[in-house]
């Protein structure tokens, strides 16, 4: 299992931008994959982003050109940058990884981001 710890969530105006970070401790296969997930009130669990060891990404439809999702592999940390957010943003965002069989291995506490005037 991996242990991670996300940080940067917060209050943020509709147009704005909040940076979202993950320190992730355990074996380098159980994080061949990173990424973000998130879960408004009422809503299931869905996907935002992830990233491969390898920096190939993929991102949600409606996170395309808004949000941009960067790894460290030294540092095992991943980062998601939103900008343009929405109210439609809003959610707990959790971090997730995967090992090189597309398992769970472990995910983040959450933490909030909400987006309002």
């Known amino acids: 299992q991996v242990q991670l710890v996300e940080s940067g969530g917060g209050l943020v105006q509709p147009g704005g931008s909040l940076t979202l970070s993950c320190a992730a401790s355990?074996?380098?296969?159980?994080?061949?994959?990173m990424g973000w997930y998130r879960q408004a009130p009422g809503k299931q669990r869905e996907f935002v982003a992830t990233?491969?060891?390898?920096?190939?990404?993929n991102y949600a439809d409606s996170v395309k050109g808004r949000f941009t999702i960067f790894r460290d592999n030294d540092k095992n940390m991943v980062i998601l940058q939103m900008n343009s957010l929405k109210p439609d943003d809003t959610a707990v965002y959790y971090c997730n990884t995967k090992n090189q069989i597309s398992q769970t291995t472990g995910w983040g506490q959450g933490t909030q981001v909400t987006v309002s005037s």
């Open positions: 990233i491969l060891r390898s920096g190939i990404t």
């Open positions: 355990g074996n380098a296969l159980s994080m061949t994959v």
